[in-house]
């Protein structure tokens, strides 16, 4: 098992957790050490009740007397305290640790999700794509919670059982070192037997959280393309991939459940031949009568501490459990945390002026070649050339994967771009400050994104301290006003996760207005007007441009929403085949024509 995951990812937590993980671990490693004296003193009392000798000794193990030639009523009553005293403070002890672990193991969960949302936040669009969507999610649910399993259970039982073991060993050694050369003999062959299943089961818990991964991206599916499966009646066809995806996982869970179960019949099988071998020697000792009431005695403790050598063991072995899953989680959330993130975040980088009625801020790319991967031989955009002049409006039109939503990508840097320049006022995009250039470039999405709360929250996540009359400013021109104003609650009305309660354009015009409450000097409006009639799209067209002094990048398969546009870029295949304004790309871009034509027709 490569325990350098767990470690790393133990080692990153504030030291005051994980010195509540040491003071915890002291405390189990004390109550199983105050536990493992309760056999002695219970087969002493037991050879108490049936002696009629007046005086006996107490010892704490054999050849170590505690209390010596005492009266043997005394002796009882003492004994009968002590155990009481023993239970009581093992019980206490118990209890104070498991509640340590528990509170430290809570506190790292927390930690840990908190720095994986900090990494994921800092992560590019790119990064998280790597990652895949789904997969992030698992690991900060599921992978979380399994390494929140070995820590508070884990490492509670690799204490208790690891020292059951040694103690118990050693405990067996001064009550009977013939006897204990048999455990000596059979611990290594169960630890065999573990390492062994051990090495078996870790493929199988791999396998299985990437099943996991599966059945909660079929989830996440099922609940995002429910209208979509309704509509075109897949809902058997989905039943049956989910089913697979689910027994795939069962199939793995069943076998790993099955292998981990089996060891402890084994070890108990085992155990039981040991007692049937001590049974049979303290006969022999009987039938040759070498044998005295102090040889039971040591048979009874003996075998007392055999089984705590064996409960110490199944814990090894359920500990096991935890370790590999929690490796293979640990692993998982060390992707996240040790990911080599894009460096696309500039934090002193170039200031960009945002004086109204100025030339600085014009859009000027040049030479722009473009891959997702270094290693693909495929560009994504190949040698794009634009001027956009401040307060101009530019329209980009092409098919479905001509570049068009890569190209807005990198001008707001969202990706790593090192062949090309694309530059706002004379400035590198990739060189100035980050949050000045979101101030500056404001983005709406063709999916819109609405968070669950109400419409002024979700307005207020662009600008917090906006007043009622800017928001309905920003909606009016967005053309959301209007539909907003009749729900009861206004401003106040609750948006679903998802925005699952309002229609397609209803949500794109929500996502407008948001971004226009910013007033961006650059507004990139990426398919956003999709789900809206032509009527309504050319009415939030005319009133960006009559009310907001800024620069519009129009995204669009609807040549009418782009044609009133100062120039329109067309693309294919990632270049930009032409450029112009819509009666000139009529008559000079094929292409174009093509695309116009088609529209007419429908």
Excluded at 211 to 238: H, M, P, S, Y
Aim: with cysteine.
């Amino acid at each position: 098992m490569r325990k350098e995951f767990m470690f790393k990812l133990f080692k990153i937590l504030p030291r005051h957790i994980k010195a509540t993980f040491v003071g915890g671990s002291f405390l189990a490693l004390l109550t199983v050490l105050v536990g493992l004296l309760m056999p002695n003193f219970v087969s002493q009392f037991i050879k108490l009740l049936f002696s009629n000798e007046k005086t006996h000794n107490i010892e704490l193990f054999k050849g170590w007397t505690i209390i010596k030639d005492a009266e043997a009523g005394y002796l009882r009553n003492l004994l009968i305290t002590i155990i009481a005293i023993q239970t009581l403070l093992t019980g206490a002890m118990t209890f104070t640790f498991t509640w340590i672990f528990v509170w430290a193991a809570e506190n790292a969960s927390y930690f840990y999700r908190v720095k994986l949302f900090e990494k994921i936040n800092k992560l590019s669009l790119k990064n998280i794509s790597d990652l895949k969507p789904e997969s992030i999610m698992t690991r900060i649910s599921n992978d979380v919670a399994v390494f929140w399993d070995f820590l508070v259970a884990g490492l509670r039982m690799m204490i208790k059982g690891f020292i059951m073991i040694l103690g118990g060993a050693t405990i067996a050694f001064f009550v009977n070192p013939k006897l204990a050369w048999i455990v000596v003999l059979v611990i290594p062959i169960m630890i065999a037997i573990m390492l062994i299943v051990g090495k078996v089961i870790s493929p199988i818990i791999a396998k299985s959280q990437r099943q996991v991964e599966a059945v909660t991206k079929e989830i996440d599916e099922n609940i995002k393309g429910t209208r979509t499966i309704k509509i075109f009646n897949l809902e058997k066809l989905r039943n049956q991939r989910f089913t697979s995806t689910n027994k795939l996982w069962y199939k793995l869970s069943v076998k790993f459940n099955t292998i981990i179960s089996l060891l402890y019949p084994i070890f108990f099988l085992i155990n039981n031949f040991i007692v049937i071998g001590i049974y049979a020697f303290v006969r022999k000792q009987v039938v040759s009568g070498v044998a005295t009431d102090q040889t039971v005695v040591e048979m009874n403790i003996f075998i007392e501490y055999l089984w705590i050598i064996a409960f110490g063991i199944m814990l090894v072995t359920m500990f096991i459990r935890f370790a590999f899953a929690a490796k293979v989680s640990a692993k998982r959330l060390l992707e996240i945390l040790e990911a080599q993130e894009d460096k696309l975040f500039v934090k002193n980088g170039l200031e960009l002026k945002t004086e109204q009625n100025n030339n600085k801020l014009d859009i000027k790319i040049r030479n722009l070649n473009f891959r997702y991967y270094k290693d693909n031989p495929h560009y994504s955009l190949t040698n794009v050339n634009l001027d956009v002049p401040f307060q101009s409006s530019l329209g980009i039109i092409g098919l479905f994967a001509a570049g068009k939503s890569t190209l807005v990508s990198l001008l707001l840097n969202n990706y790593v771009y090192d062949e090309g320049s694309i530059k706002i006022g004379d400035k590198e995009v990739n060189q100035i400050n980050t949050e000045d250039l979101l101030k500056t470039v404001g983005i709406v999405y063709q999916d819109s994104m609405l968070f669950a709360g109400t419409i002024r929250s979700n307005m207020l996540w662009a600008k917090p301290n906006a007043t009622d009359e800017e928001i309905e400013i920003a909606l009016k021109n967005a053309c959301a006003y209007e539909f907003v104003n009749k729900f009861d609650d206004g401003l106040d009305h609750p948006i679903t996760q998802g925005a699952t309660n309002l229609s397609g354009g209803q949500k794109q015009r929500l996502s407008i207005a948001r971004t226009l409450l910013r007033k961006p000097k650059i507004l990139i409006l990426d398919d956003s007007t999709s789900a809206l009639d032509n009527i309504t799209t050319r009415k939030v067209i005319q009133n960006i441009n009559q009310n907001y002094q800024c620069t519009t990048i129009l995204i669009s398969q609807k040549i009418g929403a782009l044609r009133s546009c100062d120039q329109i870029a067309v693309m294919e295949n990632g270049r930009v085949v032409s450029t112009g304004k819509h009666s000139e790309l009529i008559e000079k871009c094929p292409f174009y024509k093509q695309i116009y034509r088609s529209q007419l027709e429908y």
